[in-house]
């Protein structure tokens, strides 16, 4: 599961796809036929009479997601505010500057394919046209940013959008209701996990993504996230959680060392603070971020206060 990391990065994928939100008028249309299912991972967190709702999100979509079930519709509407990791339908400048600073080279360095070994250049080029990915898009972007371009295009290859992501749509509601819309991270924060990478990491990093593209392993991933997500396949998402954080190779032990555990506990901390301000809210953040050892609903059970999972 380590490349398809891009299932946690919000603002990375909004500016990747290169696509606008979904406005509410289409949002609510793609409402009225949806069936209602369970999706992700949802749990009920309270402290002192306070509860909040905390639901692991994709950061893509397909209109038959929405409406979500029945509890965590009502939750939303009855909330005071709606933490997300990043709002993806706030300043569009502060995203694109934090992409310039650690996903594109400075200073003339580049291209990306003259990190590689000679022999991956043209697996490279071969994978971009299949993708159709021009080589002018890549051409400032850094390797890292190279292998997650490649993880949402084989989402999108599978059917599925970034204007109908699942926290692009949570926003878009909570700001149509007037509701207070708060941030866990920032996109620059995000960013600089990949962007802190040594050059020779990253071209190791793009080299073990096109391998993945090329043994059908991206695939195969992509695939059993979204079905695990969208069934809410709690036995399934703890394989996951599982084969991620057995994953011995670089982009393995970074997406488990890095933007998992090592993101948990900050994510911990909004919670919590969220839950002790307010009565009623709501977080939503990247499904992975819910199972497995160390997850943020252990860590909360951790500090005392009361976790239930509802499904």
Known sequence: MRRQIIVMFTGLFWLLAGLAPLPVAAQEAA??????ANRGALFRIEHDGHVAWL?????????????FEPRLMTALREAGVLALEVDPLGPQDEIARAVREHGMYQNGRGPASA?????????????LRQYGIGAQTVAPMKPWMIASLLAVREFEKQG????LAVDAWL???????????VELESVASQMA??????????????????DA?????????????LQA?????????????????????YSGRFVSEVLLAGRNPALADGIEKLLKQERRSVAAIGVLHLVGTGSVPELLRGRGLRVERIY
């Open 213 to 225: 593209v090329e043994d059908k392993e991206q695939a195969d991933d992509a695939r059993a996230i």
């Open 193 to 210: 996990l990949f962007g802190r990478m040594a050059p020779a990491d990253q071209a190791r990093f793009l080299r073990e993504s096109i």
């Open 31 to 36: 409402q009225k036929s949806a069936p209602v």
């Open 55 to 67: 639901f692991g999100t994709i950061h893509v979509g397909a209109r038959s997601f929405y409406p």
């Open 171 to 181: 926003s878009e509601q909570a700001h149509a209701r007037g509701q207070k819309v």
């Open 115 to 127: 990190e590689l070994p000679a022999p991956y250049r043209p697996r490279l080029e071969r994978l």
């Open 160 to 163: 599925y959008r970034a204007e």
């Open 229 to 249: 997500w969208s069934q809410a396949d709690r036995a399934a998402l703890e394989r996951i959680a599982a084969k991620t954080a057995a994953d011995t190779t």
